[in-house]
């Protein structure tokens, strides 16, 4: 990196906050899902140039313009979990915004929170629920920042059902620009505060992020703000223990009702799903599929590896959970009595095991909180794993179809040994989103990131349904397609948008040209500018 | 074990953040929800758990090279172990702590010292101690108690002071106090006096293993001769090296080893010790890392992992999961209930995901603003609960606190639970 830019950002940031030794960045370069484009190790190709540490927008802005006038590349990154924080080349400056974490305000009348890139939702949600609001927590974890999934990168979540996809629940937004320009989205834009994402002022809301963001290639974004819901249960869910399975809630709240329906096949048990979301009865609905929940939720593998000897067979196969949480017991009775006729006109029976005390805490604490469950489900087992299908939205129909189809294709590559069995049933969802307006739907593939065949069964699964589903005019799902390609050394969105009804690359580039035209901001999850 | 044991382990960090945040269903507010000092203060990812493992494994494929800052960032942490606990409950192969601890032994191996450090060790080499105090005053606290010597006597319980106990003056009154309070209970208690011996754990923990095997072979030697059934020590920091590194480097103690608080607890339950206590008093617990998580017994594995079901990856035979739940924490609860005037509270992080005191892994001697900023945050939380006395179990523990409100005239207090059931 050149000496006089360097200086430069140590002075924007001071000293202490900013490094260029190797082995710190190289701290920045070891990845999850580096093993897919390391070489055995999970050190991705590219260490960065240097990493700083910004605290204020102001720093932040002003390490940008040091990267265009030097014609240097900049990835910032919040908590920074996954191949996509990681440099796409050489010579890029990392911003690591770990210092702004401020949760700046909760606004309990407006029922919004503002906060700055550090904040994860695990924290959000603590502070959220002392004052009777909630979030939606995404199931990548609650280590994640709340700020990066509204912004720049997708995450679903059990919650959906009652609270939204966050594309729709980021509200004003600051941005600083690839070249340097702050710009404020909606509300915040005509100085009319943070209460809306669309004016009056700018709304550009689907430029910034549509779907499934621009994974840190178009700018970066310093403060904004997330809407909250009312949440009808306790300020704390307190529990007792830390580990898995063996973690209880203490004192259940009464207005708060797990059940687990399940189905003689996909078809009755998707109908139930559709209308639980459109009875807006529920909090969260969900459930890792009984392949993945005897595989990662053992209290250490080797009880998992008996739980999917002994638990797999006695699971039934279409099963969900809903999660009723309500103000009042009148309320919850209501709930309780719409679920049981829509089980009555689906086919549905609850299936009781999991309304056993053990079961029943440690879903409700994921379905409300994530926790440490989501991860220890899809890491514990083999130390890596891949979701199939991650980004499949569907609407009504092809939610069955996808989930047949990746179960069929993964079964075939279980059986060879590499992959973790699951029986193909890995799946985390059936998810609903917006009260029964969408549905979504993946399989968590769990590999070995230490053993280069386990990495190339996933590639090639990977493959294998995303053709399949090409073939069938479904959507590629993006985020699965994004591994995928950066294993190969190619762009997600080339690989894609051949197969789509349109090239959304020539829009995709138009924003980047006007965005970033000194192409300053590292694209390699996005699009490149030429 | 050396950094090439852990080539396994070292690959499986998920990078998830995990390491720096107290279990997630657990945080009651935003402003303690961190668990790891290091990456708190220091905000680079180098400084957390996952961070120490890239680092480690960067270094040991040849990646980089020690750099000052490098070291600097090694031994800026406390081996808290509190990353460890929070990784753990995501997977089981990778293990930050015992990396984080395995790149010290490599410094010291290959001569990349701190100065604060090599007078540690130069001071337990010529006195035993830490502090380079002379050997011949460690027994001087037990002036007048009629203790009896293990050297010369049999005694049905060995009570081992420990080096901070043992030298630090402010701190006697609870060394005095804990071996009175057993001898009113009736129990049949010695000590090895001037003979006793640093634990060596303070060694360990900066990368001297060596020095601490020493030690580990002196006190197995004086515990066989003294024929005692019981080894009591209010030092946390001895009892951690006696449950976890001695096992760690396969020394074992053949007898059982006791806190004083569990000893405590368990004396009351049997009626022979009445908790005093004194005025009413509002008071939250600190539990010590080396009480707590670090306290766990460590039982030492040397097998495979093999797989099962595709890819799923099993230890055979079975292999200890630290994620400190097998500490002590109970005890010293179960004590400040019983005694008349306390009404005790809990802070919001306690237990296995206990925030450090700042004390640990040779921070308190080569970081000294570190190590106090680590103690501050703690008393804020202890504060934020509304106590009136921050109580712990640990005297390096305490020292730290002390250390850190003296420095800004700050008179609230801290205690040592042995001088509560004295009667503070």
């Known amino acids: ?530 | 074990m050396a950094l090439q044991d852990y080539e396994k382990s070292m690959n499986y960090c998920i990078r998830c953040s995990h390491c720096k945040w107290i279990p997630f269903n657990k945080i009651k507010t935003k402003r303690f929800s961190a668990n790891c000092p290091a990456i708190s203060r220091y905000n680079f990812h180098s400084y957390s758990g996952g961070g120490r493992v890239a680092i480690a494994q960067s270094l040991f494929l040849g990646r980089s090279e020690m750099t000052d800052e490098i070291r600097e960032t090694i031994y800026r942490c406390q081996l808290c172990g509190s990353c460890q606990v929070a990784c753990h409950l995501i997977g089981e192969i990778c293990e930050p702590l015992e990396i984080a601890r395995e790149l010290r032994i490599k410094c010291v191996e290959d001569g990349e010292l701190l100065p604060e450090h090599m007078l540690m060790i130069d001071g337990m080499r010529k006195e035993d101690n830490p502090f380079g105090e002379p050997k011949a005053r460690r027994g001087d606290w037990a002036e007048g108690l009629s203790l009896k010597n293990i050297n010369t006597d049999k005694a049905d319980v060995i009570f081992h002071a420990g080096c901070r106990f043992s030298y630090d003056a402010d701190l006697r009154s609870i060394v005095r106090g804990a071996a009175t309070l057993l001898l009113k209970a009736g129990v049949n208690v010695g000590i090895a006096g001037k003979e006793e011996a640093c634990c060596g754990g303070r060694a360990f923990d900066v990368g001297y293993r060596g020095q601490m095997e020493n030690y580990a072979d002196d006190i197995i030697s004086r515990i066989k001769a003294a024929g005692a059934t019981k080894l009591v020590t209010p030092c946390a920091d001895c009892y951690s090296a006696f449950m976890q590194f001695y096992p760690m480097i396969r020394k074992e103690l053949d007898i059982e080893i006791l806190h004083t608080t569990e000893y405590f607890a368990r004396l009351i339950k049997e009626g022979k010790l009445k908790p005093r206590g004194g005025s009413s008093l509002r008071v939250t617990y600190h539990d010590p890392c080396h009480l707590g998580r670090l306290g766990e017994p460590y039982i030492p594995w040397n097998g495979t992992w093999k797989k099962v079901w595709g890819q799923l990856n099993i230890p055979d035979p079975p292999k200890q999961v630290r994620r400190g739940t097998g500490g002590v924490y109970e005890p010293p609860r179960e004590i400040l209930r019983s005694i008349p005037g306390i009404e005790f509270v809990e802070m919001e992080r306690i237990r296995e995901y206990s925030w450090c005191c700042g004390a640990g892994g040779g921070v308190r001697e080569a970081y000294e603003d570190f190590s106090e900023w680590t103690a501050l945050e703690r008393i804020a939380e202890a504060k934020a609960v509304g106590a009136d006395a921050l109580v712990t179990t640990c005297g390096w523990c305490e020292r730290n606190f002390k250390d850190a409100l003296g420095k800004r005239n700050d008179d609230f207090k801290v205690y040592d639970i042995t001088e509560l059931l004295m009667g503070v």
């Open chain 1, 1 to 530: 990196m050149n000496s006089e830019a360097y200086k430069m950002v140590e002075n924007i940031v001071g000293p202490d906050n900013v490094s260029q030794d190797p082995g710190v960045l190289d701290a920045y370069t070891y990845q999850w899902m580096g093993e897919m484009t390391g070489g055995g190790t999970r050190f991705g190709p590219y260490r960065p140039a240097c990493v700083a540490l910004p605290s204020t927008t102001e720093e932040v802005q002003a390490i940008v313009k040091v990267c265009n006038r030097f014609g240097l590349k900049f990835k910032a990154h919040s908590t920074g979990w996954g191949l996509y924080a990681s440099p796409g080349g050489g010579g890029v400056v990392v911003l690591d915004l770990r210092r702004m974490n401020r949760l700046i305000e909760i606004n309990e009348k407006d029922m919004y929170a503002v906060v700055e890139p550090y904040v994860i939702w695990a924290q959000l949600q603590a502070e959220a629920m002392r004052k009777g609001l909630n979030c939606v927590t995404i199931g990548a974890g609650s280590c994640t920042s709340a700020l990066a999934n509204c912004t720049s990168v997708m995450g679903v979540a059990n919650n959906n059902v009652s609270m939204g996809y966050n594309e729709r629940n980021v509200l004003g937004v600051e941005w600083v620009l690839p070249d340097g320009e702050i710009l404020r989205l909606g509300s915040l834009g005509s100085g009319a505060g943070w209460i809306t994402g669309d004016g009056p002022g700018p709304s550009l809301r689907g430029v910034m992020r549509g779907a499934f963001g621009a994974l840190g290639g178009f700018g970066i974004f310093t403060r904004c703000a997330i809407r909250l819901y009312q949440w009808g249960g306790p300020p704390e869910l307190p529990s007792e223990n830390i580990v898995s399975m063996d973690e209880r809630i203490i004192g259940y709240p009464e207005n708060i009702k797990l059940i687990a329906p399940y189905f003689d096949d996909r078809v009755s048990f998707e109908e139930a799903i559709a209308n639980i979301g459109e009875s807006e009865i529920a909090y969260a609905t969900g459930l890792l599929e009984r392949g993945l929940m005897t595989l990662g939720l053992g209290i250490d593998n080797r009880q998992s590896a008996e739980m999917r000897e002994n638990m797999a067979p006695v699971i039934p196969k279409f099963i969900f959970t809903i999660l009723l949480v309500a103000n009042s017991k009148p309320e919850l009775e209501h709930q309780i009595r719409v679920l049981e006729a829509i089980l009555e006109h689906t086919g549905g029976k609850k299936f009781e095991m999991v309304e056993q005390e053990n079961y029943r805490d440690i879903i409700t604490l994921l379905l409300v909180k994530g926790g440490s469950v989501p991860a220890r489900g899809v890491f514990s087992p083999t130390g890596s794993f891949s979701p199939i299908l991650c980004g499949f939205f569907a609407t009504r129909g092809t939610l069955v179809k996808a989930m047949d189809d990746s179960e069929e294709i993964k079964r075939k590559h279980v059986e060879s040994g590499l992959l973790a069995d699951d029986m193909g049933e890995g799946g985390w969802g059936p998810l609903i989103i917006d009260h029964g307006h969408a549905e979504y739907f993946e399989n968590e593939t769990l590999f070995d990131p230490q053993v280069p065949e386990s990495i190339k069964a996933l590639i090639d699964l990977t493959e294998e349904t995303n053709q399949s589903l090409a073939q069938k005019k479904l959507p590629i799902p993006f985020l699965s397609q994004v591994k995928v390609a950066r294993s190969k050394g190619l762009s997600a969105h080339d690989t894609i948008a051949p197969h789509m009804n349109v090239d959304y690359r020539s829009w995709q580039r138009k924003f980047k040209q006007a965005f970033d035209p000194n192409d300053t901001g590292d694209s390699c999850n996005y699009i490149e500018s030429k």
